[in-house]
């Protein structure tokens, strides 16, 4: 296949694939992404509306969980090539979290990072031990000299700049130091957080919650990531929130969030 010279991708919480269905078409069909990267399927194997994304035009990958977790990726007008089910570094681990796919020349990683509520305690301490084999196998993708994207929900809040109020968060696992600090030892691999570095100075939010009316007063958090390998950060032409899909009936309390790729750009 003729691999195409711009190429968008996109990440999204769909928060239930099965409730939101007819919301994720919509989007399929309004926005025409190349790749996306899903995260908190809810379903099991079984359960995942293959016909219906294929009748959008979108080959698929996904690997589900019961009520829980779960991650996908699809590709438009293809089927994605898996190379990778689940983090190396613990095989006893049931939880539906990571996916990796070659998409049109790119390596696309799809992650749900575990939130780690509530902390202090085991779900916390799962999301360190989680994070920490996500920056073990992170590094060696990054040297590997492949065009590699990082795509997904990683429930950190980098900074203070990337939440509408830190003062009812202080205690949440989103924010805390070391949260931080594996997002930081991530990006300091060389990794390039695309949509911070389209907009360097503005709040920018990919999540709003469904509690005190925070989409409406646009009290949000950036917790959604793409992260770009050497190879394709002097190829980001744009990055974006899709926040309509965010106002719509019985939306996710995620907004799609993407990147744009000059893959005909020399290097």
Request: charged share 25%.
């Amino acid at each position: 296949m003729r691999k195409p010279k711009s190429l968008k991708i996109a990440t999204f919480n769909i928060n239930g694939i099965r409730t939101r269905l007819p919301a994720l078409l919509a989007w399929l069909e309004r926005e025409a992404p190349d790749a996306v990267c899903l995260q908190e399927l809810k379903t099991i194997d079984s359960g995942f509306p293959i016909d219906e994304i294929r009748a959008a035009g979108y080959g698929a990958i996904w690997h589900g969980q019961k009520s829980w977790n779960g991650v996908a990726i699809l590709a438009r007008g293809a089927d994605p090539i898996e190379a990778r089910r689940g983090l190396p570094g613990a095989e006893d681990d049931t939880q539906s979290r990571y996916l990796e796919a070659a998409v049109q020349g790119v390596l696309v990683a799809c992650l749900y990072l575990p939130n780690g509520n509530p902390q202090p305690g085991p779900k916390f301490d799962y999301k360190l031990a989680w994070f920490e084999r996500l920056i073990r196998h992170a590094k060696g993708l990054f040297d590997s000299g492949h065009p590699v994207v990082l795509a997904g929900d990683y429930n950190v809040v980098p900074t203070d700049d990337d939440i509408y109020n830190t003062r009812s968060w202080l205690k949440d696992a989103l924010l805390q130091p070391e949260s931080r600090a594996c997002y930081r030892r991530l990006l300091d691999q060389g990794w390039t957080d695309a949509l911070r570095a389209r907009y360097p100075d503005e709040r920018i939010y990919t999540f709003w919650d469904y509690f005190r009316q925070h989409w409406q007063t646009n009290s949000g958090l950036r917790i959604d990531h793409l992260l770009l390998s050497a190879d394709l950060a002097p190829r980001l032409t744009g990055a974006g929130v899709d926040r309509w899909v965010r106002g719509e009936p019985h939306a996710s309390d995620h907004a799609p969030t993407w990147v744009t790729l000059d893959m005909g750009k020399r290097k």
